[in-house]
């Protein structure tokens, strides 16, 4: 029988979850549910000043609101917990003290200037930056006297030579030359443990057996190699996912807009729609691009991740969102934008009980240009505004054309109430009278009634205007 599949996400709670964290998190879980396997979340809260408690319930709650379940962690519990690394304390420092026992590892006195200048030297000659190891020939009475001296140290694990090859699942063969790696440390001057050090000591006891995470950790790899090696744990599989870049090719950043899933949420995406689209991010299933997460499960391998880095679009996140959003029923729709429109003080929530077959209509005249839930404001403003505010290049449009605005005032001023065919004739009457037709005719009668440059159809949209 083959070993059951156990992936982790690993998310460090210094801040909101990102995009790219979210697309980690959903390669994991698919890949677990796919294998039938285990997803494992765990917290790697070590960093004391930027790690929150807050943070920490917050990407829980993100990660409960996409539905991606994990089936050993915190709040749920499992069989090698605990599942934040701030209560594993002595677990590191066990599997440090068989290190020390085997002599792999040493302090480092260096101070942050040594350091620094060291890494200023080395790039200065054309060099990569790596620790020379300095402190590694100290003999034991010299240790003993700098650390009398109040001299503070960081221990380092002493690298073996030697090249290090590993397989990628996503990438192939990586190899590491010989010689690239200095001495790195595994436990800070405040004792402790550093990010290498606790990863594998976690991963091997919590049984990963794939590590699927961010091609930024890629460089991270053959130090865990080599901690695998020493502490005599056998190491995962590894696949590391190419980073989101922005359309401009760079990586993804605040640059690009909004990048938190948080923000997402708030905007009012499904989550479905949100995670179908990341999902795309670096995988190309075969059986089209809107995929449920469970027929995303039955497809997901790892061979078929792409080692180019994936672009984020919004455009295409719209999209998504979009399609989502059509396969809801009105009346769920309606209510769904209702908090968007009352917090954007164009409707509220009395107003939209007493009209909501006149708001659904609204909603309905609107719903396949809306990607997600708060488009609905920029949509629809037009209809809960007495009056509207034009850019002045509109006016401007507006004005030029004064004869044909009061033409078409005079028209409608005649009609008691608007339905499609009435607002049609009058608009055509018009236009024969002034001789004008198509954009022309109907491009100044859109800003007039939306000012906006585009939207829905104005014949569906004008029996439903002036009946806030
Ligand atoms: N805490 C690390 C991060 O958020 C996890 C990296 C890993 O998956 O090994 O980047």
């Known amino acids: ?166 397989q990628d699942e996503v990438r192939g063969e990586v190899t590491f030359p010989d010689d690239q790696l200095g001495d790195f440390v595994l436990t800070r001057s405040d004792k402790s443990p550093t990010y290498n050090f606790t990863v594998v000591v976690d991963d091997a006891l919590m049984k990963v057996t794939h590590v699927i995470r961010g091609e930024d950790h890629l460089s991270n790899t053959p130090k865990q190699i080599l901690l695998y090696e020493a502490l005599g744990f056998t190491p995962p599989k590894w696949a590391h996912l190419s980073i989101i870049k922005g359309p401009d090719g760079q990586k993804l950043s605040k640059r690009h807009g909004e990048t938190s899933v948080e923000s997402y949420k708030a905007k009012g995406y499904l989550p479905d729609s949100f995670l179908n689209y990341l999902a795309l991010l670096g995988w190309a299933p075969k059986s089209g691009e809107i995929l449920s997460l469970d027929q995303m499960a ?74 997600c839930f708060s488009d609905i404001t920029k949509e629809t403003f037009y209809f809960f505004s007495d009056e509207l505010h034009f850019e002045s290049a509109q006016s401007e449009e507006m004005k030029a054309q004064k004869p044909l605005m009061e033409a078409f005032h005079k028209a409608f001023s005649g009609i008691s109430e608007f339905n499609g065919d009435n607002f049609l004739q009058a608009v055509r009457e018009v236009g024969k009278t002034a001789g004008v037709k198509g954009k022309a005719l109907y491009h100044p009668l859109r800003l007039a009634l939306t000012a906006r440059e585009d939207g829905p159809e104005l014949v569906k949209i004008a029996p439903l205007l002036g009946k806030t």
């Open 298 to 371: 039955a497809e997901f391998d790892l061979t078929h991740v792409g080692k180019s880095g994936a672009i984020f679009d919004p455009v295409k996140l719209h999209w998504m969102g979009s399609q989502y959003l059509v396969k809801m029923s009105l009346d769920d729709l309606t209510r769904a934008v209702l908090p968007y429109l009352a917090d954007a003080q164009l409707f509220s929530r009395e107003q939209a009980r007493a009209r909501f077959d006149w708001l659904k209509q609204v909603v309905d005249v609107v719903r396949t240009s809306m990607g």
């Open 1 to 166: 029988m083959s070993e059951t599949v156990r992936v982790r996400f690993a998310p460090s709670p210094t801040g909101d979850l990102h995009l790219g964290n979210v697309r980690t998190a959903l390669y994991n879980w698919l890949y677990a549910r796919h294998m039938k396997g285990v997803f494992i979340l765990r917290v790697e809260d070590t960093d004391k000043e930027r790690s929150t408690p807050e943070h920490c319930e917050n990407l829980m709650d993100i990660m409960t609101w996409l539905g991606l379940k994990w089936d050993e962690g915190p709040r749920v519990g499992g069989p090698h917990e605990p599942y934040l690394q701030s209560q594993r304390t002595e677990l590191y420092e066990y599997h440090l003290g068989r290190l020390k026992e085997k002599g792999l590892v040493y302090p480092c006195h260096c101070t942050e200037e040594e350091l620094d200048l060291e890494r200023k030297r080395q790039m200065g000659r054309g060099h990569m930056p790596k620790y020379g190891g300095k402190c590694k020939k100290l003999t034991p009475d010299e240790v003993k006297k700098l650390d009398a001296d109040g001299k503070t140290s960081v221990l380092r694990f002493a690298v073996p030579p030697g090249e290090i090859v590993m």
